[in-house]
């Protein structure tokens, strides 16, 4: 298990940006895909972006592609999500995950088994 901590979140107008980030407990951070997840209210949690282990290789659902860029720091235990041209239906809370899947490119809430407590964004009109 790793313990996972948000921070980042905010309230920004539209086409404004932040920068959410994850921090990781433990020595084995560049083992786990590290992903991030969102759910509006009364909505489904959804996959956001992910970036795998060593190649550090990012992946995005449809809709945040070319906005959102995924990043990592191994030797700070952190994982990144910024957010740029954001939209009033980015309006979530994200959820930072980790997962040990041997698969790449998972977007299935299943194979991240450690989450954190999830940061607020709102993006106004």
């Known amino acids: 298990q790793v313990q996972l901590v948000e921070s980042g979140g905010g309230l920004v107008q539209a086409g404004g940006s932040l920068r959410l980030s994850c921090a990781a407990s433990?020595?084995?951070?560049?083992?786990?895909?590290m992903g991030w997840f969102r759910q509006a209210p009364g909505k489904e949690r959804e996959f956001v972006a992910a970036?795998?282990?060593?190649?550090?290789?990012?992946y995005y659902t449809e809709s945040v592609k070319g906005r959102f860029t995924v990043s990592r720091d191994n030797a700070k235990n952190s994982v990144y999500l910024q957010m740029n041209s954001l939209k009033p239906e980015d309006t979530a809370v994200y959820y930072c995950?980790?997962?040990?899947?041997?698969?790449?490119?998972?977007?299935?809430?299943?194979?991240?088994?450690?989450w954190g407590q999830g940061t607020q964004v709102t993006v106004s009109s």
């Open positions: 970036i795998s282990r060593s190649a550090g290789v990012p």
């Open positions: 433990g020595r084995t951070f560049s083992s786990y895909v």
């Open positions: 995950a980790a997962s040990l899947s041997p698969g790449w490119g998972t977007r299935s809430m299943e194979d991240f088994g450690s």
